[in-house]
């Protein structure tokens, strides 16, 4: 199983500023097979980014994805109000598909 | 539109057992793998398992193996869920996902069902 480790749990941050996420794989993944996911109470998930880099449709050019291999980083260069929540990194790279446990970004 | 409806929230008793339902619209049902993730209060998501709907294969997570089945119904594009033998940490809310075509993401959600045991 492919562990992914998330940092920091949580981030504390306000409106404007940059923030920077870290998703760290157990063994190597295939960049095509990362993603992140945007998560808000009582609501569901909502993918963000594919294939380590690739916007959704829809996702705002503020969120952007970069890494290979075992790191990746998920940044949200300028946050919004809207865009306080949990953010998970997930493989599917291989079974059994894993989530990284969350990074919570905060106000 | 692409749409995943899921059925409404349970209360079980545990040793019980639930069967959660998602149906899909928008796009061909069996040309998409439909996964099941969990999550409960306080943790992260955890993926269950993965059904074909067009040949109906299936891979389940080992730590849902023996307790988890999934079954669909082409007829009407919707994908089921049942989980047995319910303990109180069973409690969560379950999501159904799309994975993308390209099989490299979940590209779109239900809206999740919350399932509460207790006795």
């Known amino acids: 199983e492919i562990v992914l480790t998330q940092s920091p749990g949580t981030l504390s941050l306000s409106p404007g500023e940059r923030a920077t996420l870290s998703c760290r794989a157990g063994?190597?993944?295939?960049?095509?097979?990362l993603a992140w996911y945007q998560h808000k109470p009582g609501q569901a998930p909502r993918l963000l980014i594919y294939?380590?880099?690739t916007r959704a449709t829809g996702i705002s050019d503020r969120f952007s994805g970069s890494g290979s291999g075992t790191d990746f980083t998920l940044t949200i260069s300028r946050l919004e109000p809207e865009d306080f929540a949990v953010y998970y990194c997930h493989q599917q790279n291989n079974s059994p598909w894993t989530f990284g446990q969350g990074t919570r970004v905060e106000i | 539109q692409v749409q995943l409806v899921q059925s409404g929230a349970e209360v079980k008793k545990p040793g019980a057992s639930v069967k959660v339902s998602c149906k899909a619209s928008g796009y061909s049902f069996t040309r998409y793998y439909i996964h099941w993730v969990r999550q409960a209060p306080g943790h992260g998501l955890e993926w269950m398992g993965r059904?074909?709907?067009?040949?109906?294969?299936?891979n389940y997570a080992q730590n849902f193996q023996g307790r988890v089945t999934m079954t669909r119904d082409t007829s009407i594009s919707t994908a089921y869920m049942e989980l047995s033998s319910l303990r109180p940490d069973d409690t969560g809310v379950y999501f159904c996902?799309?994975?993308?075509?390209?099989?490299?993401?979940?590209?779109?959600w239900g809206q999740g069902n919350r399932v509460t045991v207790s006795s």
């Open positions: 063994q190597s993944i295939g960049s095509n097979y």
């Open positions: 294939g380590a880099s």
């Open positions: 059904i074909n709907p067009n040949t109906g294969g299936i």
């Open positions: 996902a799309r994975e993308s075509y390209s099989g490299n993401c979940f590209d779109y």
